[in-house]
């Protein structure tokens, strides 16, 4: 155990004094591997803003429920009972024919072509706002109550949120599909930096392993070195994103005052960040082994 | 103890560099290994350490069959060597004192009684007030001894050294002679490879002659 970690602390340090050995070029292939990770994780935080702010937009989503024409009262009483007791529901307001009709009279518009009908054209209705934003619930929600009697048409007020979302996932998608890309060049980055270490050092290889050195002990550094690359270039990711919401915070803040809404720009969870941070000294640690597998194994002293 | 039995050597493009060759050196004994230049001295040595593999026979180290070892087993049977060697493969970007206590970290030396065998080897060598200079700064007879020391501060028990002391004057030279020796004295296996005899001075000893890869003596 003392042994165990007596070499991984020799390793770790020999790592930092490589690391420190070339300054420039260390600051070089950090800054790539962070520019590299805060593109996708950039991505992902500006889509998670836009899906909160869709939310407090919508104001929670909202289905017309529009009733047959010869509904009875109590058959709209039986409507209301059920919307009363439906968990989904938060709140509805009914709207009779008669108030419809006024409100169509007084819109500048249709006034005049509301005169020339006879009678009333105008179902009662039906203004439901659901609980729950997601589009699964809306669609549970409004299959239900289409079912009930005397209902002619269940309209989503909402379907924009469900295009948005739509669009969201699609986002998504493009954010992952980036992030596959990005983490092969971070895992060529790396591979390449530590060839080039290996062979520069390829003398002092040879000497361990003559002294009795094992493949694990001459590995383990270079390991360390990819790892730590890797999980520093996530910390300068991390930064980068957040001088991005730092820079943008007071704009957006601005521009949602114009609409209205209070809304603060959202960082990455403290989750997501630690993720990034172990994804991305794995994604270094990965590089550096393959690259140790394909180039540090074949040397053999002479 | 180190026991050759019918060791042939050939290399790919067909040269023999060792024929038959049959040898023991006892725990604890000294021995020298004679010849001209390409006679076969450092490939029967890099076989010993295995550096190469015997074509064919058998070479027993420690009563492990080193040309039978796995790769993995390989690191270990080398930790029971001290290595010389001839172009001394010292690290020249780190200090003499690093350059010694590298054995030591190989085989996961606690650091304090690290640096005490360190300076221990080092005092042995004389080069005590150099541990801090770079290997580029000493001179030839210097950089062989920091060697030397590089070999011995593990303590193995098999000290091996391919011409030592070629490319040193003879005072130089006695001096690794005299240190080699004062190794065989405490019990340690000494197999030095040299093309000049004369540095024994007037101590017996026991010399394998190596004439175009064959023992003659």
């Known amino acids: 155990m003392n042994i165990w970690f007596s070499y991984h602390w020799h390793a770790l340090v020999l790592a930092f004094k490589r690391l420190a050995l070339i300054p420039f070029s260390t600051l070089l292939t950090l800054g790539v591997i962070g520019i590299a990770f805060s593109l996708p994780a950039g991505i992902y935080v500006f889509l998670e803003n836009v899906e909160t702010l869709s939310g407090q ?126 983490s092969l060049l971070v895992i060529a980055v790396v591979f390449n930096t530590i060839r080039l270490q290996i062979l520069t050092m390829r003398e002092e290889i040879e000497v361990a392993k003559l002294i009795g050195a094992t493949n694990a002990f001459i590995c383990r550094p270079f390991l360390y070195f990819g790892m730590i690359q890797g999980l520093v270039g996530g910390i300068v990711a991390w930064l980068i994103i957040s001088l991005g919401i730092h820079l943008t915070d007071e704009p957006v803040k601005h521009l949602m005052q114009l609409y209205e809404t209070d809304f603060r720009l959202y960082h990455l969870s403290r989750g997501d960040s630690l993720i990034m941070l172990l994804f991305s000294a794995c994604l270094g640690w990965l590089g550096a082994g393959l690259s140790v597998v394909s180039h540090l194994l074949k040397i053999e002293p002479r | 103890m180190i026991s050759f039995s019918d060791v042939y050597k050939r290399y790919p493009n067909g040269f023999e560099a060792l024929k038959d060759v049959s040898f023991t050196v006892e725990t604890g004994e000294m021995a020298l290994i004679n010849g001209h230049s390409g006679a076969g001295k450092t490939t029967l040595l890099r076989i010993i350490a295995a550096i190469e593999r015997p074509t064919t026979g058998s070479v027993i180290v420690n009563g492990q069959d080193v040309g039978r070892l796995n790769d993995a087993a390989i690191p270990f049977l080398r930790r029971n060597f001290g290595l010389v060697f001839q172009d001394q493969k010292l690290l020249f970007d780190r200090s003499v004192f690093e350059n010694v206590l590298l054995p030591l970290q190989i085989s996961g030396f606690e650091s304090k009684a690290a640096t005490r065998r360190v300076r221990a080897a080092l005092d042995k060598v004389g080069l005590l007030d150099k541990e801090k200079a770079r290997p580029i700064t000493l001179s030839g007879g210097e950089q062989q001894r920091l060697c030397i020391a590089r070999a011995i501060v593990s303590r193995p028990s098999i000290l091996i050294a391919d011409e030592p002391t070629s490319n040193l004057d003879m005072e130089y030279a006695r001096d690794i002679m005299a240190i080699f020796k004062s190794f065989h004295q405490v019990g340690v296996t000494v197999l030095i490879s040299t093309h000049d005899v004369e540095l024994l001075g007037d101590i017996p000893q026991r010399i394998l002659t190596l004439s175009h890869g064959e023992l003659t003596g």
């Not at chain 1, 006024?102 to 009678?119: R, T, Y």
């Not at chain 1, 009333?120 to 203004?127: K, M």
């Not at chain 1, 979302?165 to 699609?170: E, P, Q, R, S, T």
């Open chain 1, 57 to 182: 937009f919508s104001g929670g989503p909202q289905l017309s429920l529009f009733l047959k024409l010869n509904a009875t009262q109590v058959e709209v009483g039986k409507i209301e009972s059920f919307l009363k007791e439906n968990p989904h529901v938060a709140s509805f307001e009914f709207i009779p024919k008669a108030s419809a009709l006024e409100q169509f009279k007084k819109s500048p518009g249709l006034a005049g072509v509301m005169d020339g009908l006879e009678g009333n054209p105008l179902p009662d209705a039906f203004v439901v706002t659901a609980r729950n934003v997601s589009p699964e619930t809306l669609e549970t929600l409004s299959k239900a109550l289409s079912e009930l009697r005397q209902v002619e048409h269940v309209q989503l007020d909402s379907a924009w949120a469900q295009r948005l979302d739509a669009l969201l996932k699609l986002g998504r998608l493009a954010a992952s599909m980036l992030s596959v890309l990005l």
